[in-house]
């Protein structure tokens, strides 16, 4: 038994002073992880983060959303690569033709007319000829005037429709970054949300471990109160006291499995598994540096306000909302678009103060769990040397092996508030630095 619970010791005592640092997310995904944890049953948190980035249908369905833009983005480059070949095949200098050939024409009778030797039947058929030209000339520039209002008319459609077209283009453009965005941010989101479902898969493990052990100890507390009211050392009130802890205690640890169990399953499910598949999860150690959160300046909500992505396109919706406005609006239009961009000023606002109460909520987290985990740590390090103590009383028969097994209890118990406390903090600075680089973090869990 000894040497069972000094392993057990030696193990926490790795996993509770396991890091130096709480250290900032890691983002890259490993190429080979899919084949590298096929039929794989234990797994680590990093694995199951990978492959829960991986396996994550909404990152599959922004990825097909991506295509789907770049494709429209194509198809209008073409129609404005071929609003562009109109546009250049448009030839003004042939409308003008007709009536330059005719001028010329005027202008050589014009200088026959010149010629003294002509004759008066000549000139009078000159002169006809010339009025003739004239008439002609004034039909062929009313229809040249009527053709360059028309290739006018369709220049100017044109031009138009390569305005509307650049617009669409750019509205793509937006929406492409903002889903590149979406996806960079879903990718945190998973390893967040992937590692909060572990590390609790991680603790209740553990907690079943101890209820375990406590079962254990309350079975054969139960059997001393039995054996105490047979020789009538106590009463059945005692006896059945004892029974209703033990009956409470495996009720709680059936409660703890089936939970332990469902979020096994949902972790299965987000890294592309049958729900029902093993799994056992490598706990992650615990950070031994324990530090206290920046302090809440003026500077730091400065910074996390710049970062925040949701609030960049408000502001950029607002300034799409004002570019909008034209000369030839009416004036309820504009007065329209001036209420959208209030509304607009009132969304930014609002979500300058969100992102401020935010970071001052994280900051006040991370401190009292930093301050939890330090006297949890402490109280766990003061148990083990109370266990020390009680094993060296039990091998000179001063104490009870109950007494002693309560003592391991106590070990255990401290062992298991440490492990949460430290897990905790963990995820508090996690969802810190998923903030500060401008992730909404309010949906995610702890």
Do not use: H
């Not at 080979?32 to 369905?61: C, G, H, M, P, R």
């Not at 109109?86 to 007709?98: E, F, L, P, T, V």
């Not at 998973?190 to 101890?210: E, F, H, P």
């Amino acid at each position: 038994m000894n040497k069972k619970t000094l392993k057990t010791v030696a193990s926490a005592m790795v996993i509770t002073f396991g890091l130096s640092v709480v250290p900032a997310p890691a983002f890259a995904v490993s190429t080979n992880i899919v084949a590298e944890t096929q039929n794989v049953n234990t797994l680590t948190i990093s694995q199951i983060q990978d492959l829960a980035v991986i396996y994550n249908d909404t990152n599959q369905s922004l990825q097909l959303k991506k295509k789907q833009l770049e494709l429209q983005a194509q198809m209008l480059r073409n129609d404005r690569r071929s609003i562009e070949n109109q546009i250049n095949s448009m030839d003004s200098s042939g409308m003008a033709g007709g009536s330059q050939q005719i001028q010329i024409a005027i202008a050589g009778v014009a200088e026959q007319l010149k010629d003294p030797n002509l004759t008066d039947a000549e000139k009078t058929a000159l002169q006809a000829q010339q009025s003739a030209l004239g008439i002609q000339l004034a039909s062929a520039q009313a229809t040249e005037q009527s053709m360059a209002a028309s290739m006018q008319t369709s220049l100017d459609s044109a031009l138009d429709g390569i305005d509307q077209l650049n617009d669409a283009l750019d509205s793509i453009d937006e929406g492409k970054d903002d889903l590149n965005k979406a996806m960079e941010d879903l990718e945190k989101q998973m390893r967040y949300t992937a590692a909060a479902l572990s590390l609790n898969a991680v603790q209740l493990d553990k907690t079943i471990g101890l209820l375990e052990d406590q079962i254990a100890l309350t079975e054969r507390s139960v059997k001393i109160a039995e054996l105490q009211q047979e020789l009538g050392m106590n009463t059945s009130v005692d006896v059945s006291s004892a029974q209703v802890a033990l009956v409470e205690a495996k009720k709680n640890l059936a409660d703890q499995e089936e939970t332990l169990s469902t979020i096994k399953r949902s972790i299965n499910i987000l890294i592309g598994r049958n729900a029902g598949n093993p799994l056992e999860i490598v706990p992650m150690n615990l950070p031994i540096a324990i530090e206290s959160a920046p302090a809440y300046t003026p500077q730091l909500i400065s910074k996390f306000i710049d970062n925040n992505y949701s609030l960049e396109t408000l502001e950029r919706d607002r300034v799409n909302l004002k570019d909008s406005v034209e000369d030839d609006m009416g004036s309820d239009e504009k007065q329209d678009i001036d209420y959208q961009v209030m509304a607009k000023d009132m969304e930014i606002d609002n979500k300058k103060q969100a992102i401020e109460d935010d970071l001052k909520a994280m900051i006040a987290k991370i401190n009292s769990n930093a301050e939890a985990y330090k006297v949890s740590r402490q109280k766990y390090v003061n148990e083990q040397k109370n266990y020390e103590f009680a094993q060296k009383k039990f091998e000179l028969g001063m104490i009870s092996e109950l007494t002693l097994l309560q003592s391991e209890l106590a070990l255990k118990s401290a062992e298991m508030t440490n492990m949460q406390n430290g897990y905790q903090y963990y995820l508090d600075w996690q969802k810190y630095y998923l903030a500060e680089k401008g992730i909404d973090v309010s949906q995610l869990a702890l």
